[in-house]
């Protein structure tokens, strides 16, 4: 895997490795350093470009010569995040540079969204664009979800009435988390963002289905209505509170 960062302002780098002095460029590289170690990855090396206002790959050799030379290897080439390559480029030229990366979409991993290019939906694209800071504020939400799984199939003791209702709640706190990170982004966080974010990480509904905007106010109706029970004293026939 190749590290990559862009440049788009401060000075422009006098060699190959003025990088390490250069802030952006710095911190960029730094980043996916941490994550390729974390995601047990192997890197090949580091490029970086530095431009103002990019309109196509031929304003970005360093990324065209590392995307050319990671399909030969059958390797990647990783951003930190998609975003900050796409907001780079005036908003004019964002569709034609998009589509110059998306034909080496299987090359082009995003080390914030933890996916290839290729497997990036437009919606989660042009949210990202339109908010910068959002990859980060879902990771640090994402931490403190537990345990996220949708690929487990449910045993026969999950199929109980108790223990859907368990699964419901924390699938609802899930959705609640990303409510609160886009919100913190700068977001609305409808429920059509939400949807958007939940399907990108693969958290499904308790059919297995992907998320709507309508299923997941549903979902977190719900939890504020189970919620609004638990901390209310039930009654007994005879118009007692139960303890």
Request: aromatic content about 4%; some cysteine.
């Amino acid at each position: 895997m190749i590290r990559y960062a862009l440049a788009t302002y401060g000075r422009r780098p006098s060699s190959s490795d003025a990088w390490k002095e250069h802030p952006e460029i710095w911190t960029q590289l730094v980043l996916t350093k941490v994550l390729a170690t974390k995601q047990g990855h192997e890197v090949l090396g580091v490029a970086f470009d530095y431009h103002r206002a990019p309109r196509t790959l031929a304003d970005l050799p360093q990324l065209r010569s590392a995307l050319t030379r990671a399909k030969q290897l059958r390797s990647c080439v990783m951003v930190d995040t998609l975003g900050r390559l796409l907001r780079a480029a005036a908003p004019a030229h964002r569709e034609a540079l998009l589509a110059e990366l998306r034909s080496f979409g299987e090359h082009l991993y995003c080390a914030q969204s933890k996916a290839r290019l290729r497997e990036i939906e437009d919606a989660w694209i042009s949210m990202l664009i339109d908010t910068p800071g959002l990859e980060r504020q879902l990771a640090h939400a994402s931490r403190k979800m537990t345990g996220e799984n949708p690929k487990q199939t449910e045993s026969a003791r999950e199929r109980s009435g108790a223990t859907r209702r368990v699964r419901s709640q924390k699938i609802a706190r899930q959705l609640d988390a990303i409510r609160t990170a886009l919100r913190a982004a700068g977001r609305n966080g409808t429920g059509e963002e939400i949807a958007v974010v939940a399907n990108e990480r693969g958290l499904r509904t308790q059919r297995g289905t992907e998320w709507s905007g309508a299923t997941v106010r549903q979902a977190l109706r719900n939890q504020h209505r189970a919620a609004s029970a638990a901390s209310s004293p039930s009654k007994n026939c005879m118009g007692e509170s139960c303890v």
